[in-house]
């Protein structure tokens, strides 16, 4: 049975990428120098991945100048949480970029936020007991 494994992005900033995704509720599984190829990748994700739980790669390339272009067919992330609010907050006094407060989404009754990480790239909180 195939099964999904990762996403990946490319980050500015790796440190700054750990400590936003941490903030989220992650953690660092696995780290990899590619001291060839001049990159390194971080994969984060909730749990040891021993279950097979998706994660995110954030892919550091050590001579990229400049910022990369997100594009126009990402949508976002999305992270189930017990408490949106509560999450936007403690995204917001780390530093965290807020773009939509946690609140019912139009037209409905699921509690969403939504903030973006060091690069840009949007994340959806969801607030878990109303999906």
């Known amino acids: 049975m195939a099964s ?4 990946m ?14 903030v989220l509720g992650m953690r660092e599984i696995r780290r990899r120098e590619v001291p060839d190829g001049r990159y390194t990748l971080v994969y ?3 749990n040891d991945n021993a279950h097979g739980e998706a994660e995110i790669e954030l892919t550091f390339n050590w001579d990229q100048e400049g910022p990369y272009e997100i594009g126009n067919g990402f949508g976002h992330f999305a ?5 949106a609010s ?3 907050e ?3 006094s780390a530093g ?3 773009t939509r407060e946690a609140g019912p989404v139009k ?3 699921t509690i969403i936020a939504f903030v973006e990480d060091p690069d840009g790239y949007k994340i959806e909180i969801i607030q878990k007991d109303t999906f």
């Open 9 to 22: 992005i490319r980050v500015q900033d790796l440190d700054k990428s750990v400590t936003f995704y941490k």
């Open 107 to 109: 037209f409905g009754t």
């Open 79 to 83: 992270v189930g949480v017990p408490d």
């Open 4 to 7: 999904y494994l990762h996403t």
């Open 86 to 88: 509560r999450t936007v």
């Open 90 to 92: 403690t995204i917001r």
């Open 96 to 98: 965290g970029k807020v």
């Open 44 to 46: 984060m994700g909730f």
